[in-house]
Each structure stands twice: as structure tokens, then as C-alpha cells.
């Protein structure tokens, strides 16, 4: 999933930065694009634009993409842990993931 400018703003804005440089923003795609694959792999799809579940979702990918972004060094001092306020976003947003007929036994 490609990044839109207007997706891109609200990332540098809660990223805050500023006046980016071509290689902050290449970074900040990349990374953009780790946190979708990632919700992705954990079964949590995109939902539609304008919802709740959409803002969940964004605040989530803001998240990572701003720990990654912060975190780019090889080494980190001192101890990491999830946010817990993530980690029960991404659990509501699992939780909450849409059922498909497929998932029911039905068809398609």
C-alpha cells in the first residue's frame, strides 16, 4: 500500500518533522510500509477511511512508524518495552477485525 501525500502529512506531523529530507521521507515510507505489513501479518486489515477502526489503525501505524523511526540506531541504551496503550490497541483492533464468509463456512 503506497503512501498518500495526505497520509504523509499526518505522519510527519505526528512524527514532527518538520522539513524533511529526502532520505527522512524515503525512511518514513519504508517504515510506513513495515507497520502496514506488519498489522497485516497479525490479521489486522485496513479498514475503510472514516470509521473508528480506520483512526485505531492509523494511530497504530503512526506509532511504529515514529518507535522505528526513533530506534534507527544499532545500538539502544537502557530498557524497551511496548507502549502498553498500543498493545491494547492492537488487541482491540484484532478483536474487532470484521468476520468474512470464509471464515463462517460460507461462500466467498
Known amino acids: 500500500m503506497s503512501m498518500t501525500e495526505e497520509r504523509r502529512a499526518g505522519l ?23 507497520a502496514v505489513g506488519y498489522l497485516e501479518g497479525a490479521g489486522v486489515s485496513l479498514p475503510p477511511e472514516g470509521t473508528a477502526r480506520r483512526a485505531q489503525y492509523d494511530l497504530c501505524v503512526n506509532f511504529m512508524v515514529l518507535r522505528d523511526f526513533d530506534l ?3 545500538e539502544v541504551s537502557g530498557t524497551l518495552q511496548d507502549n502498553p496503550a498500543f498493545r491494547r490497541l492492537i488487541t482491540q483492533l484484532k478483536l474487532t477485525e470484521p468476520v468474512s464468509n470464509l471464515d463462517t463456512g460460507g461462500e466467498g
Do not use: H
Open 12 to 34: 510527519l506531523a505526528y512524527c514532527r518533522i518538520e522539513e524533511p529530507t529526502e532520505e527522512e521521507l524515503l525512511t518514513l515510507e519504508t517504515l510506513y510500509e513495515a
Open 72 to 74: 534507527r540506531d544499532a
